[in-house]
């Protein structure tokens, strides 16, 4: 552990990995990321940050002597990740890396900079070309980004999917489904293209048919500093499932929603989230479909101790934690349609989770409250197409019934 000089002292003299002292010192700080960074030259370190801007990823420059930090200009505007250095020298680097927006999937990009201040940038060059036309040429519903203010004065960063014509004073309300993201330490409000691709054409659908879709990144998403990512400590479905309330809250004063047709989805942390709502916030949430869902944090910590410890402490040592996070704590509450939704091949988040909150769910005579479908010969992520079409078009059902 690091004494009060900031050195680190190795546990085990006799090793040469941990013997010795180590001098750590902070070089960088503030309310964002660095995504990775590379030593390139006496005393100089690039960057790819969300130092700008969280919903995007740029180059900058770190002058290890004097702390000052200049951002390195590119021609394009785009969301880049995976980055390599190339032909790195004096005046010029190669940038090599993905980029993509939020209609674009990632593509290879090549552009020479400066990597002292000379003055010019050469054109960018793109070295894939991967996407089907027939992607493209779709007229995608464009994301608004914006930021939601908490009740304890954070912004929680949020993207917006709004249906065609959208009308923020129409006599009639909107329906909103709320897409909640997986994993916690995720961001997903971002400019660019990501995982969660399927999600994004199933919230444009959901958008064309009239919903209004929100997307957040609650507390403990990934993107904006270690407060922000650490904010759910020893209790996941605290501040995190405030953010949603709040946002919840948000888009029915400013955007024209039903209060009374807001539903919720996500998988895995996100179904965890999306449970959660349904069980303790029925004034909010009308309906809500979890899928491959942890619904008991102690069976994911004999699954993923390093991932539960981290958060939640140890069970033995915190059980009031592990009991508060947990949904299945809440069954007893749920008084809005839930749909679960498990693959029971799951070696990550197991089906047992959901057997087990469906067997209290049956003994609290809560039956009418819930349905699911469990499918024998998928993991955690599903492989089968026929598999996540079945899952969507469950989705779709369940809404267009309860929310509609």
Known sequence: EP??????????????????????????????QVEWAKWVSDGKIIFLSTRRDTETREFNRLDVATGAINR???????????????DIGNPTTTYIYESSRWNQPGELVAEISCLVDCGTSKVPVQLTRSTPARFTSIKWTEPKFLEIPSRDGKKIPAKIYLPPNFKANAKQKYP????????????????????????????????KKGYVVLD???RGSAGYGRDWRTDVYDFLGGNDYDDHIDSIDHMVKNYNVNPAKVGAYGGSYGGFMAAMLAMRAPDKIAAAAALRPVFDWKNYYATNPGYTAQRLGFPDKNPEAYKRSSPITYADKLERPLLILHGMSDDNVHVQDSIQLMEKLIRLGKTQYFEAMLYPSENHAFVRPESWTDEYERILAFFEKHLK
Do not use: C
């Open 3 to 32: 004494n009060p000089t900031g050195e680190i002292r190795g546990e085990n003299p006799g090793d040469p990995g941990y013997s010795g002292k180590v001098a750590i010192t902070q070089i960088t700080k503030g309310n964002w």
């Open 216 to 218: 957040i990144d609650y």
């Open 176 to 207: 909103m489904a709320i897409f909640v993201h997986g994993a916690g330490y995720l961001q997903n409000v971002i400019n660019g293209w990501n995982n969660y691709y399927r999600e994004f054409m199933f919230n444009d659908m959901l958008a």
């Open 72 to 86: 390195i200009h590119l021609p394009i505007e785009a969301f880049r990740s995976n980055p390599q250095l190339a």
